[in-house]
């Protein structure tokens, strides 16, 4: 089997309300796809956040005319032509994500297995996931606290019974305030996350750490700017809650001091940035191997879901225990729930199994999601 073309689409839809976070917002929901075809008419789709449209040209010398099956070295030979402190680590790491997702892709069709088979086989048939929403929707503080505690509570009755929410848009003592409140409307064994998106100095961190604590936050996720390997190593040794972070990371090579400095408690590597299937099993074996819990970032569509789903059924228990609990020892998944118009439109009945806080992971070949390029090219921008 060789590789025949490599079509990409940037794709968007608008949000009925926008909504923000510490150093954003959005009005619209994006995502970058790529189709890979085949000479044998099997064809794959892979998404990163981004850089396929621009090293298409690159890329089809690397690409075009190799065997699927050889993901290795298709991915060795796109990171030697990225390989640059200009390129790799931005959006050329995510467009090696979106082709890498792809070839996993072809080869569970060509072979009639999911992914989670590539890899080695499932540990679980389903993933513990928790709600990402509880953005900020609303200026007047009164409505935006009552807002987000009745998003939090509708959470629960979903089944969830872990959430993140966001905070960095306000004043401290106010964002606090907002957490407090949406904590306590809570059931006592619900978890809240906080995500800060790099919105903090160190001291404020520290400081905002301390009170999260009191509030029996799970964990606080990326205080502080995404390179400071120093900053968290600091952070992680001062704070009684957990530290995560990593999204934006690329390739096991910026992740390594990291984790071998152990500056996350949590790591949080997004498919479609991190270099795909293939590099998201390195950064996964290499916290493992230093006891620092996985938990993947997805922010995505169906297709970012999917891939995300059968990398996190084949990871084990950490440390190992034999009655493994939620929280502990078990890993947990992100499954977003703010609004996103293309999350399932893009394709033939792309929902997710979901029950009691679980995604079940897709049998179906390949990512297990069907995907209509009709339906894709509908939200696609590029013309």
Same mark, same amino acid.
């Given at each position: 089997?060789k590789?025949?073309?490599?079509?990409?689409?940037q !794709?968007?839809?608008?949000l009925?309300e926008?909504?923000w976070?510490?150093?954003?917002g959005?009005d619209?929901?994006?995502?970058?796809?790529?189709? %890979?075809?085949t000479?044998?008419?099997?064809?794959g789709?892979?998404e990163?956040?981004?850089?396929?449209?621009?090293?298409k040209? #690159? +890329?089809?010398?690397?690409?075009?005319?190799?065997?699927?099956?050889?993901?290795?070295?298709v991915w060795?030979?796109?990171f030697?032509?990225?390989?640059?402190?200009?390129?790799y680590p931005g959006?050329?790491?995510?467009?090696?994500s979106?082709?890498?997702i792809?070839l996993?892709?072809?080869?569970?069709?060509?072979?009639?297995v999911p *992914?989670s088979?590539?890899?080695?086989g499932k540990?679980?048939?389903k993933?513990?996931?928790?709600?990402?929403g509880?953005?900020?929707?609303?200026?007047?503080?009164?409505?935006?606290i009552? /807002?987000?505690? !009745?998003?939090a509570?509708n959470?629960?009755? #979903?089944? +969830?019974?872990?959430?993140?929410?966001?905070?960095?848009?306000l004043? !401290?003592?106010q964002?606090l305030?907002r957490i407090?409140?949406v904590?306590s409307?809570?059931?006592?064994d619900?978890?809240?996350?906080?995500?800060a998106?790099q919105?903090?100095d160190l001291?404020s961190a520290?400081y905002i750490?301390?009170?999260?604590?009191?509030m029996?936050?799970?964990?606080?996720?990326e205080?502080?700017?995404?390179?400071?390997?120093?900053?968290y190593?600091?952070?992680v040794?001062?704070?009684?809650i957990? %530290?995560?972070?990593?999204?934006?990371?690329?390739?096991?090579?910026?992740?390594?001091d990291f984790?071998?400095?152990?500056a996350?408690?949590? *790591?949080q590597?997004?498919?479609?940035n991190?270099?795909? *299937?293939?590099?998201?099993?390195?950064?996964?074996?290499?916290?493992y191997?230093?006891?620092?819990h996985?938990?993947?970032h997805?922010?995505g569509?169906?297709?970012?879901?999917?891939?995300?789903?059968?990398?996190?059924s084949t990871?084990?228990?950490?440390?190992?225990?034999s009655?493994?609990?939620?929280f502990?020892? /078990?890993?947990?998944m992100?499954?977003?729930?703010?609004e996103?118009?293309?999350?399932y439109?893009?394709? %033939?009945?792309n929902?997710?199994k979901f029950?009691?806080?679980?995604?079940y992971?897709?049998?179906?070949?390949g990512?297990?999601v069907e995907?209509?390029?009709?339906?894709?090219k509908?939200?696609?921008?590029?013309?």
């Open positions: 089997m590789i025949t073309d490599i079509k990409t689409y !794709i968007e839809a608008k009925k926008p909504f976070w510490g150093n954003g959005n619209k929901r994006s995502a970058t796809l790529v189709k %890979i075809e000479d044998e008419g099997i064809h789709w892979g990163g956040w981004g850089g396929v449209g621009l090293f040209e #690159m +890329f089809q010398n690397t690409v075009i005319g190799e065997d699927p099956f050889e993901r290795e070295k060795k030979n796109m030697d032509e990225l390989n640059n402190p200009i390129i959006i050329g790491g995510s467009a090696m979106a082709i890498d792809a996993w892709d072809i080869v569970g069709k060509k072979l009639k *992914i088979v590539l890899l080695g540990v679980k048939n993933v513990h996931v928790y709600a990402t509880l953005y900020y929707t609303r200026k007047d503080f009164k409505e935006e009552n /807002e987000r505690v !009745i998003e509570t959470y629960e009755k #979903m089944g +969830f019974n872990s959430m993140k929410i966001k905070i960095g848009a004043p !401290i003592d964002d305030e407090k409140k904590k409307s809570l059931k006592k619900t978890k809240l996350f906080v995500d998106n919105a903090y001291r520290k750490s301390d009170k999260l604590y009191e029996d936050i799970f964990f606080f996720e205080p502080i700017m995404g390179l400071d390997v120093e900053g190593k600091e952070l040794r001062y704070s009684k957990r %530290i995560s972070g990593g999204e934006s990371l690329r390739t096991r090579y910026q992740f390594k984790i071998n400095q152990k996350f408690d949590i *790591i590597p997004d498919v479609g991190v270099g795909g *299937i293939t590099e998201f099993k390195h950064v996964q074996s290499l916290a191997a230093n006891g620092i996985v938990y993947p997805v922010w569509t169906s297709i970012m879901i999917a891939a995300s789903l059968h990398l996190a990871f084990t228990n950490l440390p190992i225990s009655s493994p609990s939620q502990t020892q /078990e890993p947990i992100e499954f977003d729930q703010s996103n118009p293309i999350r439109s893009i394709g %033939i009945d929902s997710f029950k009691d806080g679980y995604l992971v897709p049998e179906k070949p990512l297990g995907i209509d390029e009709n339906k894709v509908k939200f696609s921008i590029d013309g």
